[in-house]
């Protein structure tokens, strides 16, 4: 199973954005992450636009050479902005006004039909679609259901309990994803995952069998104002077995 590192750049932008000028850009750290080995890029255009606007998506698209994922709320809006950009992948998330980041998993079982009409919309341009699921049964299924080809479980909980030096907690969510991962293979979805995975806590996630992409955001690009982005970046393939 290959593993590959999609950098999440969103907060490249946010640097620009607090001071709405045009540096930063985006596209230059993803040039750069992506010579230093990640698989491909991903970027959140938020309802909002607080960090990644709709230029950048477009400007990443004639740029990146790898994978772009783009993730976004499965909105009808959303939906025909990434038909118009092509992504390679789409990967649907919940999304809150006020949250300071994406707070958990989809809800796709008691959304099913929105996020399904969203699915077959993305695949009939080519899109692969994803969704960010809890690892949990009842999401697993409901992803099989709605015909997404991969889900991104979070791993937000793992991260928290191993912040708080929970080694219950660390091994009782590893042992989760590890299950949800074995149940989604084998009803035919592909497996990423990723939120909260940093330097230290990613080593009990990249043990986990049968995932094939990680996303990683803020520690990334946190370690990466201090070192540099390629310094970063491949500190991080590193970790994760690249
Ligand atoms: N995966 C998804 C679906 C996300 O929404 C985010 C945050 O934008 C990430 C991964 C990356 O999380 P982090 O920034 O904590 O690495």
């Given at each position: 199973m290959a593993?590959?590192?999609?950098?999440?750049?969103?907060?490249?932008?946010t640097i620009r954005e607090a001071r709405k000028v045009r540096e930063p850009e985006?596209?230059?750290?993803?040039?750069?992450?992506?010579?230093a080995g990640c698989s491909g890029i991903t970027?959140?255009?938020?309802?909002?636009?607080?960090?990644?606007?709709?230029?950048?998506?477009?400007?990443?698209?004639?740029?990146?050479?790898?994978?772009?994922?783009?993730?976004m709320a499965p909105t009808s809006e959303m939906v025909q902005f990434a038909k118009t950009v092509l992504p390679n992948m789409v990967t649907l998330v919940p999304e809150g006004p006020n949250e300071l980041t994406?707070?958990?998993?989809?809800?796709v079982d008691a959304k099913a039909a929105e996020v399904e009409a969203a699915v077959r919309?993305?695949?009939?341009?080519?899109?692969?679609?994803?969704?960010?699921?809890?690892?949990?049964?009842?999401?697993?299924?409901?992803?099989?259901?709605?015909?997404?080809?991969?889900?991104?479980?979070?791993?937000?909980?793992?991260?928290?309990?191993f912040e708080r030096h929970d080694e219950r907690g660390i091994e009782s969510e590893l042992l989760k994803l590890q299950d949800q991962?074995?149940?989604?293979?084998?009803?035919?979805?592909?497996?990423?995952a990723g939120h909260g995975l940093n330097y230290r806590n990613i080593k009990g996630i990249a043990e986990l069998s049968g995932i094939e992409e990680f996303n990683i955001g803020h520690s990334i690009i946190a370690r990466a104002a201090l070192v540099g982005m390629e310094k970063a970046?491949?500190?991080?393939?590193?970790l994760i077995g690249k």
């Open positions: 593993k590959n590192l999609c950098v999440n750049i969103d907060h490249i932008a985006p596209v230059a750290a993803a040039i750069i992450a992506e010579l970027v959140h255009l938020r309802q909002d636009r607080r960090h990644i606007n709709d230029d950048d998506v477009r400007l990443l698209r004639y740029t990146v050479v790898g994978s772009l994922n783009l993730e994406t707070e958990g998993g989809l809800n919309a993305l695949q009939s341009s080519g899109i692969f679609v994803s969704v960010f699921i809890d690892p949990k049964i009842d999401q697993v299924k409901a992803a099989r259901k709605v015909g997404a080809d991969y889900v991104e479980f979070h791993t937000g909980h793992y991260a928290e309990a991962i074995t149940l989604a293979l084998k009803s035919g979805l592909k497996v990423n970046v491949k500190e991080m393939l590193n």
